[in-house]
């Protein structure tokens, strides 16, 4: 196997280990095991466990930014309908929900590194203008009428759906419900505040 397929297969797996049992209760050595490597092999790729974290989030940030736009743009002009906002919000949450434990550990991992602490930051400010242009663009397409003093508000609520209703879900949902159905769950209990003001 080549060295860039191992260092893929390492990234693979590392992000369903801290999915699945959490980064902080893992080892490096956890992950070796897991992977069937040896510790040594693992270190010869990524020098710790940290070091796979940090870029499996920064290939996150920039798979959000790119999401992010395509869904704004999606959400321009006339297209601006509930239903639009809806489909991009649901792309988003699958997103964040690939690397839930980035989100369900975010305070942890800001606390332990200043890089984690700046890379946390960028993924809430990308999904914090999200949802500022996606109302924007629902605003001025009459799609949804607020008064201004509840905007800040309702972008606030949008953006803590997103990244954080689909962990309230997993406590609550049946153990054989699919991450898909998860996400569509989250996605539409995401986006009902949203529809309440709907013109």
Same mark, same amino acid.
């Given at each position: 196997?080549?060295?860039?397929?191992?260092?893929?297969? #390492?990234?693979?797996?590392?992000?369903?280990?801290?999915?699945?049992?959490?980064?902080?209760? /893992?080892?490096?050595?956890?992950?070796?095991?897991?992977?069937?490597?040896? %510790?040594?092999?693992?270190?010869?790729?990524?020098?710790?466990?940290?070091?796979?974290?940090?870029?499996?989030?920064?290939?996150?940030? #920039?798979?959000?930014?790119?999401?992010? +736009?395509?869904?704004?743009? /999606?959400?321009?002009?006339?297209?601006?309908?509930?239903?639009?906002?809806?489909?991009?919000? $649901? =792309?988003?949450?699958?997103?964040?929900?690939?690397?839930?434990?980035?989100?369900?550990?975010?305070?942890?991992?800001?606390?332990?590194? %200043?890089?984690?602490?700046?890379? =946390?930051?960028?993924?809430?400010?990308?999904?914090?203008?999200?949802?500022?242009?996606?109302?924007?663009?629902?605003?001025?397409?009459?799609?949804?009428?607020? +008064? %201004?003093?509840?905007?800040?508000?309702?972008?606030?609520?949008?953006?803590?759906?997103?990244?954080?209703?689909?962990?309230?879900? +997993?406590?609550?949902?049946? $153990?054989?419900?699919? %991450?898909?159905?998860?996400?569509?769950?989250?996605?539409? #209990?995401?986006?009902?505040?949203?529809?309440?003001?709907?013109?």
């Amino acid at each position: 196997m080549s060295a860039s397929a191992t260092k893929s297969r #390492i990234l693979t797996a590392g992000r369903e280990l801290f999915n699945l049992e959490g980064y902080a209760a /893992q080892s490096a050595v956890d992950l070796a095991v897991y992977l069937g490597i040896s %510790p040594g092999h693992l270190y010869y790729h990524f020098k710790g466990k940290a070091d796979i974290a940090h870029v499996l989030i920064e290939e996150h940030l #920039i798979e959000i930014a790119s999401i992010c +736009e395509n869904g704004i743009r /999606q959400c321009e002009g006339e297209n601006a309908t509930i239903e639009n906002a809806w489909t991009q919000v $649901h =792309i988003l949450i699958e997103e964040v929900y690939d690397m839930r434990f980035a989100y369900r550990e975010a305070s942890f991992l800001a606390r332990s590194e %200043p890089r984690f602490r700046a890379q =946390i930051s960028h993924a809430g400010t990308l999904i914090d203008n999200f949802c500022i242009d996606i109302i924007a663009a629902l605003l001025k397409s009459g799609a949804i009428f607020a +008064e %201004p003093e509840i905007i800040d508000g309702l972008v606030a609520q949008l953006a803590l759906g997103i990244e954080f209703q689909h962990m309230r879900l +997993e406590n609550l949902v049946p $153990h054989n419900t699919t %991450p898909r159905a998860l996400v569509e769950r989250a996605a539409a #209990i995401v986006m009902l505040p949203l529809s309440g003001f709907a013109n």
